[in-house]
């Protein structure tokens, strides 16, 4: 398993906060409150990782932080880092790595 930091946006919404991953399409999460918000993020994007790995699919690199660009419409309250356990490549294709030696 390797440690990335993907950026989340928290967002104001009507009532509460939303949370998404310009990284992870689809990942989002929210909370009432910002700290809420942020504590189910984290959650979102452990599970997110975690079924596109089981379906053999890529896990996207992070994008560093001040190159992630957002819509003008979204209301942003402040970015996040959340760290995610990324499962190492030969783990993500279903077994171990093999080696050869000759």
Do not use: K
């Not at 310009?22 to 984290?42: H, K, M, Q, R």
């Not at 596109?52 to 419409?73: L, Q």
């Amino acid at each position: 398993m390797t440690l990335r930091h993907y950026v989340a946006i928290v967002e104001a919404a009507d009532e509460g906060y939303g949370v998404f991953f310009p990284d992870l399409p689809g990942c989002t999460s929210g909370g009432d409150s910002v700290e809420e918000a942020t504590l189910n993020a984290e959650e979102a994007a452990g599970a997110w990782v975690e079924v596109t790995a089981e379906h053999g699919e890529p896990i996207p690199d992070p994008t560093p932080v001040d190159r992630v660009a957002v819509d003008p419409d979204v209301r942003e309250v402040t970015r996040l880092l959340v760290p995610v356990e990324v499962p190492d490549e030969s783990s993500a294709r279903g077994g171990p790595e093999v080696l050869s030696y000759r």
